[in-house]
């Protein structure tokens, strides 16, 4: 495996940390799905932006060094999330790269499917 390789923690609401092992170019949704990560309905619609169940909360920090700024599509997804913040993502439009090791993110308590 010689595929580059970061370290990402789900803080989930309830206090459980679940640290796993993702790849560079895999969007926040695929180490969900990847690593079997126990989150009750995220990623319902699977990366299509429809759904808002993959919901994120970041920290000031990691928030303000992701690459790429939300499209008005994810902003509109966004909204209909529950505990919105002002560093909140949807996880499947956050494609790691090799300086996100370390990531820390906050999986809210109430998962939304906007789809409803
Ligand atoms: Fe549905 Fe991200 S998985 S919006």
Redesign the pocket.
């Known amino acids: 495996l010689n595929k580059k390789q970061v370290e990402v923690t789900f803080l989930k609401a309830n206090g459980e940390k679940i640290k796993v092992k993702a790849n560079v170019g895999d969007s926040l ?1 695929d180490v969900v799905v990847n690593n079997s990560v126990d989150l009750d309905g ?13 919901h994120l909360i970041f920290s000031q920090s990691d928030f303000d060094q992701l690459p790429d700024k939300p499209t008005d599509e ?1 902003l509109d ?1 966004l909204d209909l999330a529950y505990e919105l913040t002002d560093t909140s993502r ?4 956050i494609i790691l790269t090799e300086t996100m090791d370390g990531l820390q993110v906050k999986v809210p308590a109430t998962i939304n499917d ?1 789809r409803g």
């Open positions: 949704l995220f990623g319902a619609c699977e990366g299509t932006l429809t759904c808002s169940t993959c994810e997804m949807l996880g499947c439009q906007a």
